[in-house]
Nanobody, 119 residues
Framework: QVQLVESGGGLVQPGGSLRLSCAAS????????MGWYRQAPGKERELVAV???????NYADSVKGRFTISRDNAKNTVYLQMNSLKPEDTAVYYC?????????????WGQGTQVTVSS
């Protein structure tokens, strides 16, 4: 079974920084995509940033230039460095891991970690 364990959320003032981590364990296909999504109260879950096992990245326009996603393939761990945080970044952040097994996309989620940006 695949498990994702997130850490690093918390309360930070506007303009501050946080670093999220997500460690995956279990039977993981080496060619995969890891990433972060977030869900604010009353809103749908949205993509924040993703990174492939080959290092290709994609960011939501709202976080470009402020957030950086990276990964350590040897540790099956993905990181999200969040700088210049804004109140609108407040949300539960979820780690995601997925890969294709033939025609099937296998999709795994972490339990979520709360990020609150407030003075």
């Amino acid at each position: 079974q695949v498990q994702l364990v997130e850490s690093g959320g918390g309360l930070v003032q506007p303009g501050g920084s946080l670093r999220l981590s997500c460690a995956a364990s279990g039977s993981i296909f080496r060619l995969n995509v890891m990433g972060w999504y977030r869900q604010a109260p009353g809103k749908e879950r949205e993509l924040v940033a993703v990174i492939s096992s080959r290092g290709t990245t994609n960011y939501a326009d709202s976080v470009k230039g402020r957030f950086t996603i990276s990964r350590d393939n040897a540790k099956n761990t993905v990181y999200l460095q969040m700088n210049s945080l804004k109140p609108e970044d407040t949300a539960v952040y979820y780690c995601n891991l997925n890969w294709w097994s033939g025609p099937t996309n296998l999709n795994y989620w972490g339990q979520g970690t709360q990020v609150t940006v407030s003075s």
